[in-house]
């Protein structure tokens, strides 16, 4: 109870702290209806009032337990929505487009040009050189006269004409060009010789080193033209992994960037290593070994290809062809005469017994019974089939989306489009509706593929 007078709590109706007799109030408060308890300003020493504070005992393991559970149950809705976003499709590589650095070569008469993806019907720089190579890095070489100079995107003269060949742009901007026999390096910040001419043969710059030779023999560079590893192997290949394959007293065999001996030379053939796995031929036959140098598969194959995304190796086997997985377990046995690539896509073609083309999965198994006279690689839910003689496309059901009507047709690229030739040898560039992207101005006679 509380007294009405002085607001103190008391224990009996006459309060002890002001002797106010509170009999009255507490019996009218009994015969009235109940009202809910409020608050009532709590005493303090000096008399004055300030509001009841209303204290709680926390429990600290249940708190903990709470914040964990809440935890969990974030983190899995992050991951379902990043699973389920609107945005599900694969962006394209850049290498694994038809236009490279928006561009694509082709040649009209006999002469050279370019078409930007961004207007396909037109040209982008009219036909009118020798020769051209494909745009990296924002430039191209154009053979004019009779030499190669520098273009950008525009068709203008980064260079004058003065190179007898040119190489790809490396990781760090360097590109080998070969001037008064020699080969060395232009830095293409500058457009001018990073390294000098003084080389038989320049290759791209890896990790900041560089393949090389001078008189017949090989060896490394650095950025600075300086020998990382003098030249001294009949033959070599670029660093990849940390490991580059040399060729040396008639075989094959691997160093590391210092230049130490990681495996010896005894194979027939070397290739380079892709994630510590490295196919290699043994006394005529194809296996795998890893950088210690050895055989996770041995050496039994007449063929083998670099192991794609999923992990798989296509084999050949006397006449047949099938795949293996890195442990060279067989996933499709060797039983087809002709085998596709599946480069990360559920299906790819194979020859049946009769020699007609189907469609198997990575079981091996024909999802598309054989009818078709050719066939190519799946990209983006359609293939290139011949079939009556001419080339259209299908799907993965085997039907023709794009009728058969092309003397030559390629697979589509991860920007949605594939190249075509009609029956008078002229090329196309079509979309996956097969309509031909090229305006009625624009003759194409042949078209530089990146593959």
Known sequence: ???????????????????????????????????????????????????????YKVDYKKLVRLLIALTVVIVFVVLVVSMFSSDKKKQPKISDTL???????????????????????????????KYVTDYSDGIAFAYIGNKYAVINKEGQLLTEPSFEAVGGVSENGYFAVKTGGKWGYIDKSTMGFAIEPKYSTAGVFTDDIALVSVNGLYGYIGTDGEYVIAPQYDFALGFSDGYAAIHSGGKWGYITKNGDAAIEPVYDEAQNFENGLAIVCYFG????????????????????????????????LGDKFGYVNKKGNYVINPRFSALGDFDGEKLTYAAGSDGKFGFI????????????????????????????????????????????????????????????SDESGKYQIIDKNGTNLLSSGVSVDKVLIAD
Do not use: H
């Open 1 to 55: 109870m509380v007294c009405k007078v002085c607001k103190r709590e008391i224990d009996s109706p006459v309060c002890s702290f002001c002797g106010e007799d509170n009999t009255p109030w507490i019996n009218a408060a009994k015969d009235a209806d109940p009202e809910p308890e409020k608050s009532n300003p709590a005493p303090t020493d000096d008399g004055s009032s300030k509001p009841a504070v209303r204290k």
């Open 99 to 129: 236009f490279t650095n928006d561009m694509i070569a082709v040649k009209s008469g006999s002469e050279w040009g370019y078409i930007n993806s961004e207007n396909i019907g037109g040209y982008a720089i009219a036909p009118q050189y």
């Open 285 to 316: 036959d194809y296996g795998v070994i890893n950088t210690d140098g050895k055989f996770v598969i041995e050496p039994q194959f007449d063929a083998m290809a670099s192991f794609d995304v999923s992990g798989n190796s296509k084999i050949k």
């Open 361 to 420: 999965n990575n079981k091996g198994e024909f999802v598309v019974e054989p009818q078709f006279e050719d066939a190519g690689n799946f990209y983006g839910g359609l293939a290139p089939v011949k079939k009556d003689g001419l080339w259209g496309y299908a799907d993965s059901k085997g039907k023709m989306v794009i009728e058969a009507k092309y003397y030559e047709a390629l697979r589509f690229y991860g920007d949605g489009y594939a190249v075509v």
